[in-house]
């Protein structure tokens, strides 16, 4: 049903390893979003690529990596993460950031935990 | 600055009752929103959203949602609730930086 696609959709990772986040989205669209969604908490922009530029960075913790190799893909590279970066992570697109009357599509998420 | 208030964290009704979810706004300039489902351990499916024009849009699943300006409300609505409704809502409100600021969501749960 949905254009954008997620992988892991679950993830267990200690707090000295290494991941990755992987998001496609087959809407040919050219913006890309990553957002932490956590308990009781409004859904947070972390960053924002549009025409693979990173044009936000919503003051994320430098242990959250993004990368967007073309419009279709984006990474969320994972290190040295914090228990209390345990959350659902969300990718979204969107036809292009900047018009002002974009839609933004998500992905199902990965439920990340970090022991 | 700009904000969205979801005032009911959670709702219960009956299903083939009828439903209002509440989402209030601040933004100064013209508001373009959503509204949002997610169901459980899902990501956000997009319900309707309203740029300009007639107030009342239409969505999908049978919602609508009403934009009024006085109010700065944009209230989700559905004449008869189904079982597969039962799901999270969250309204947002697009910014000039084409930014979506969400609502804290409001939790739906419909008994038989």
């Known amino acids: 049903e949905t254009g954008v696609t997620q992988t892991p959709r679950h993830l267990v990772m200690g707090m000295t390893n290494k991941k990755s986040l992987k998001c496609e989205q087959h809407?040919?669209?050219?913006?890309m979003y990553w957002y932490k969604q956590s308990a009781k908490k409004p859904l947070e922009l972390m960053f924002v690529y549009n025409f693979k530029e990173q044009t936000e960075n919503n003051s994320v913790p430098s242990r959250f990596s993004p990368e967007c190799p073309n419009s279709s893909h984006l990474f969320l590279h994972l290190h040295t993460l914090q228990p209390e970066d345990s959350a659902l992570y969300l990718c979204?697109?969107?036809?292009?950031?900047?018009?002002?009357?974009?839609?933004?599509?998500f992905g199902p998420g990965t439920r990340l935990t970090v022991l | 600055a700009q904000s969205v208030t979801q005032p009911d964290i959670h709702i219960t009704v009956s299903e083939g009752a009828s439903l209002e979810l509440r989402c209030n706004y601040s933004y100064g300039a013209t508001p373009y929103l959503f509204w949002y489902v997610q169901s459980p351990g899902q990501g956000l499916q997009l319900l309707l959203k309203y740029f300009s024009g007639d107030t009342l849009v239409q969505g999908i699943k049978g919602f609508e949602a009403e934009f009024k300006r006085s109010q700065s409300s944009f209230n989700l609505r559905k004449p008869s609730v189904h079982w597969s409704d039962a799901a999270e809502y969250f309204c947002?409100?697009?910014?000039?930086?084409?930014?979506?600021?969400f609502g804290t969501g409001t939790r739906l749960t419909v008994i038989p």
């Open positions: 979204a697109s969107s036809q292009a950031s900047g018009v002002s009357t974009d839609t933004q599509y």
């Open positions: 947002a409100v697009l910014t000039g930086a084409n930014n979506l600021f």
């Open positions: 809407l040919g669209h050219n913006a």
